[in-house]
């Protein structure tokens, strides 16, 4: 495969972006006559922000899996699309080619619609990183219906609302999951959040553990017996359904500043485009290049970055079950070794971590097949980019930092490898067709000469937008549109310098970013408030070496079990039951009162600021009810 629309020089850069915004219409147009369509669009785009109201490729007919799978067949079919590598090193590895792939998803396509499984249908995937999650993905997908995958690291409460948000009747699950030394039993926790579940019809369970499993008759089926049947009936392939080029091809859950998740829509044919030209470009992918998205499926990086993006293009993806620190921290390169991996796409969270175990772990790692490094999630801190840099990438591989969103999709802010200048912690420049712009508390467009700051927004459509917030379109218009009229507004503060390049600070909500994960503030103070002993909570981040932000509980208490010990853990555990065991507070301090105004708002600055060690400067706290409640938590700070 070829990549006409792959940028090639710092020049062409600068010629494609002028060309996107004078003309997105054409610009888009010509990068998706690359594609597999059943039919063209009738109009490339078609727009408003204030409902809002995006379409994309209006009027075309594709299926996202020929696009993926079918029309690399014929040239490169013997081409590994996955590689898998297990949990455990002793572990065989498996290698995937397309045609395995095509076989593979065409045979599970057909299990679905033997379930009973329609176009448009909403089935939830449950399962650890093994190929048979891609599988899942993608038959999902060639039978148009409609994806929702969640992290394994989620509750079955967590899970539960989420069934019950997308209506889902479908559920593919393993019996459990590998990730280092721990064993996740995936399918207990499906049936705890199928307790009293009446939607739900059908649970197809992978094996993968062999770890025990109750199978519920008449719900539950194995993946395996489902796949024998199919092959008794003889069925091969399975034809792709015709799907509009709006019609929805995944909703992802993830959290804002109000108490519940909210499953944002991808639509087929502009994230189709976009998360392969994004691919392409920035880490200046090169036919047979192999690339090591370390993130999980249940995660956008995931979807965009090791499924959709790499497949659509042609291009081998490396999908690694495990964790980077088992059974040693040296995992990552031996990986890398081990496979001649050529591009790393990987968390600051995780770079940060592997420093901490100096260079021991690199002894013996060559890394010399490594051309092209990235960083996504979060911001780089500049001594964790350097030692990328230097320990990883020799001195001589670019380093991209993308920034960009579950809504966005794919990367909107990135330096494209080798080709526009990196500099540490900065994300620098918009990719065609992104046009970000910043804005004071009041809406107005900051301009000026120098660096400027302020909150970052994009003026206009890009093809993998968000298109609306799962049955609830007026969440989405209120959370992403009407903060700033006629402007998609990202949550996040940004510097510009004088160049255009951005530097992304950090959330301006009540959202944190831990290990790049993202969590809500007031999920975290609901999941909290549910235990028996707790009168109130606010959570706040605070800066941690390791995961970027900590999670900072202020907890006022009035019940009478246990010792202060045994009620943080208690504490601990609700939230782990409530959201699960990502959600955890890194620390609990127990307070008798919470610095609120008088009209009763929380005023999170001043618990933030003494989350973060700070003291003195605290700002005005004459306007709260009760400025003596500030000196006892400053007193008690942990
Ligand atoms: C938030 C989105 C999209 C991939 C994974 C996270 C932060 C993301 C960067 C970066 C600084 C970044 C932002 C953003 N973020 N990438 N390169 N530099 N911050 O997806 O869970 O939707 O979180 O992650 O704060 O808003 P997500």
């Known amino acids: 495969m070829s990549y006409p629309y792959q940028i090639k020089s710092l020049e062409q850069y600068h010629e494609a972006y002028a060309q996107s915004i004078k003309n997105p219409e054409n610009f888009w147009g010509d990068v998706a006559g690359h594609f597999q369509w059943r039919r063209r669009w009738d109009k490339v ?144 926790v499906i049936d705890d959040a199928l307790i009293g579940n009446r939607t739900v019809k059908r649970v197809i369970v992978c094996t993968r ?25 003889g069925m091969t392939d399975c034809p792709a359904e015709e799907m509009d080029a709006e019609d929805p091809l995944f909703i992802l859950y993830t959290s804002g500043s109000t108490g519940k998740p909210k499953g944002v829509v991808h639509a087929n044919a502009g994230y189709m485009v976009y998360t392969n030209y994004s691919f392409v470009n920035v880490f200046q992918y090169q036919p047979g290049d192999i690339h090591f998205c370390t993130a999980d499926i249940g995660w956008i990086t995931g979807h965009s970055y090791i499924v959709y993006g790499p497949l659509s293009a042609g291009a081998t993806s490396l999908m690694f079950e495990g964790v980077p620190t088992w059974p040693d921290a040296g995992r990552f390169w031996e990986i890398i070794d081990k496979f001649s991996v050529n591009i790393l796409y990987t968390a600051p969270t995780a770079i940060r971590s592997l420093m901490g175990f100096g260079l021991g772990p690199l002894q013996g790692k060559k890394l010399n097949s490594l051309k092209v490094l ?48 990196s500099r540490p912690s900065w994300a620098t420049l918009p990719m065609p067709g992104v046009e970000p712009i910043l804005v004071d508390e009041n809406g107005k467009e900051v301009t000026g000469e120098g660096e400027v700051s302020g909150n970052l927004c994009i003026k206009s459509p890009w093809p993998s937008i968000i298109r609306t917030t799962y049955g609830d379109h007026d969440r989405c218009k209120k959370n992403y549109f009407s903060t700033y009229p006629e402007l998609y507004f990202t949550g996040d503060g940004a510097l510009r310098d004088a160049e255009g390049n951005y530097r992304i600070t950090g959330r301006v909500d009540d959202v944190l970013n831990v290990s790049g994960h993202r969590i809500g503030t007031a999920e975290v103070e609901n999941a909290i408030n549910m235990h028996a002993g707790v009168v109130e909570s606010a959570v706040v981040g605070y800066p941690h070496d390791i995961k970027g932000q900590g999670i900072y509980a202020y907890v006022i208490y009035n019940g009478t079990h246990g010792d202060e010990a045994l009620r943080r853990k208690d504490i601990l555990q609700t939230v782990t039951r409530i959201i699960g065991p990502i959600a955890k507070p890194d620390k609990i301090q127990f307070v008798s009162g919470l610095p609120k ?38 007193n008690g700070k942990i």
């Open 597 to 634: 105004t008088r009209s009763g708002k929380i005023m999170r600055r001043i618990l933030r600021k003494i989350a973060e060690g700070e003291t003195e400067n605290l700002g005005d706290i004459t306007t709260l009810l009760d400025p003596g409640v500030v000196e006892e938590i400053k």
């Open 209 to 233: 553990t062999r770890t025990a499993v109750s199978m519920i008759k008449g719900r539950d089926v194995w993946w395996e017996d489902e796949i024998k049947k199919i092959e008794t009936l």
């Open 374 to 421: 990235g960083t996504v999630g979060e911001p780089i801190n500049e001594e964790a980019w350097h030692w990328y840099d230097e320990h990883i990438g020799n001195g001589k591989c670019p380093i991209v930092d993308t920034w960009w969103q579950t809504e966005t999709g794919g990367i909107l802010i990135s330096n494209l490898a080798g080709i526009t200048p």
């Open 45 to 188: 785009l078609d727009w408003n922000f204030t409902e809002p109201k995006i379409e994309w490729f209006k009027g075309a007919k594709l299926n996202i899996t020929e696009n993926c799978i079918d029309r690399h067949l014929e040239n490169f079919g013997n081409r590994p699309a996955i590689i898998w590598e297990p949990n455990d090193p002793e572990e065989h590895h498996r290698i995937i080619t397309y045609r395995d792939l095509y076989n593979k998803v065409c045979q599970f396509a057909n299990v679905l619609k033997n379930n009973g499984v329609k176009k448009g249908d909403r089935v939830c995937i449950y399962m650890g990183m093994i190929p048979e999650l891609a599988i899942a993905v993608l038959a999902c997908a060639r039978i148009g219906a409609v994806h929702s995958v969640i992290f394994g690291g989620f509750s079955a409460q967590s899970i539960s609302d989420r069934l019950y948000d997308a209506q889902s009747e479908y559920i593919i699950t393993c019996d459990g999951a590998y990730r280092g030394a721990k064993d996740i039993p995936l399918k207990s």
